[in-house]
């Protein structure tokens, strides 16, 4: 019984793993672009799509450090499974680290900037800086994914 738990508290966090990473470069991809296209009037898109984006962010994000916490928990004895699971919150903790210090501090002094006026390029620059360094944060959530599917097919041996 323990060993499908763990199996399937893994398939659940590789499950999530791919969520935030594929929501993360969608709006990569498709939304974020948008607020920096005019500045400073496209910052106030930052703002007018928080709300909902954090009701989608949070619980999201809050699923994903359970359920690898849990991953690690119930395969803590299985020591390849262990290792890649370390690794991979480890990787997630780092992740946040970095929002929390650098992009999260940096998209709120550019939406604190956002009123009507002429074009800004450097409030542009700093937008398009900021998203292709967003980047680095998808390729940390895909090295996240791929330990976690590493210890996925790593086999369980019994204790």
Known sequence: ???RRSLYILLLCSLLFGLV????INQSLFVMPAWFESPPASL????SQSAKSMAFWIPLQTALLV??????V?????????TLLAGALGVY???WL?????FVPEITSLAAAASEGPYDASLAARGHRWLQLSWSRHV????GWVLVGGALVKHEVAS
């Not at 970095?98 to 650098?102: A, D, P, T």
């Open 44 to 47: 106030s898109l930052i703002g």
């Open 140 to 143: 940390l959530l895909a090295v």
């Open 67 to 72: 359920a690898l916490v849990a991953s690690l």
């Open 98 to 102: 970095v929002s929390g210090l650098f």
């Open 93 to 95: 903790v780092l992740t």
């Open 74 to 82: 119930l395969n803590w004895r299985v020591p390849g499974r262990r």
């Open 21 to 24: 990473l594929g929501a993360g």
């Open 1 to 3: 019984m323990m060993k």
